[in-house]
T-cell receptor
């Protein structure tokens, strides 16, 4: 099926540093998402993005978080500064339909550890 | 309360047995999506099912909107089916945001 890629697969950083997680979505998709999963816990929605703008964000999407997709390249999630509670697996997803409804395809995740 | 409730939380089968996984939801939905989460964590989309019944090999998904439930049936289970199955509700709010259940951990023994 369609593939979403995420770079890096793992990242270890010190608390307070900045981190950028990169997502290469399915090529013709227009809607992009980030989800967060703490080990052993439920997958939770962070934010979705369409046409250069955030459509909706959850309470987990703190002020330290930002997303962008400059010039149609990677869809990125930036955390600045990071906190210990940001340690989790971050999944990127993309879909073609958005409000029309469509399958979301997920990447393999980036495992972030904040020390 | 939780918008999406999955049951059972865990299930152990002998190879060849069938499995029925349930997902109940409390809000209006645009669709229900079922995923398989590999032990390493990556998600595989199994079904996008707004209503009715869909089939894919040994898997069948049925969503009944009036009864606010969706099910995933696995027939003739295999050891490679072991892993976590997640349902995710896409609400009727035009944003595509998915709300996930807690998952069913399936173990199929040889």
């Amino acid at each position: 099926g369609p593939k979403v890629l995420q770079i890096p697969s793992h990242q270890i950083i010190d608390m307070g540093q900045m981190v950028t997680l990169n997502c290469d979505p399915v090529s013709n998709h227009l809607y992009f998402y980030w989800y967060k999963q703490i080990l052993g816990q439920q997958m939770e929605f962070l934010v979705n993005f369409y046409n250069g703008k955030v459509m909706e964000k959850s309470k987990l999407f703190k002020d330290q978080f930002s997303v962008e997709r400059p010039d149609g390249s990677y869809f990125t999630l930036k955390i600045q500064p990071t906190a210990l509670e940001d340690s989790a697996v971050y999944f990127c997803a993309s879909s073609s339909g958005g409000a029309l409804g469509d399958t979301q395809y997920f990447g393999p995740g980036t495992r972030l550890l904040v020390l | 309360g939780q918008q999406v409730q999955q049951s059972p939380a865990s299930l152990v089968l002998q190879e060849g047995e069938n499995a029925e996984l349930q997902c109940n939801f409390s809000t209006s939905l645009n669709s229900m999506q079922w995923f398989y989460q590999r032990p390493g964590g990556s998600l595989v989309s199994l079904f996008y099912n707004p209503s009715g019944t869909k089939h894919s090999g040994r898997l069948t998904s049925t969503t009944v909107i009036k009864e606010r439930r969706s099910s995933l049936h696995i027939s003739s289970s295999q050891t490679t089916d072991s892993g976590t199955y997640l349902c995710a509700l896409e609400p009727n709010t035009n944003t595509g945001k998915l709300t996930f259940g807690d998952g069913t951990v399936l173990t199929v023994k040889p």
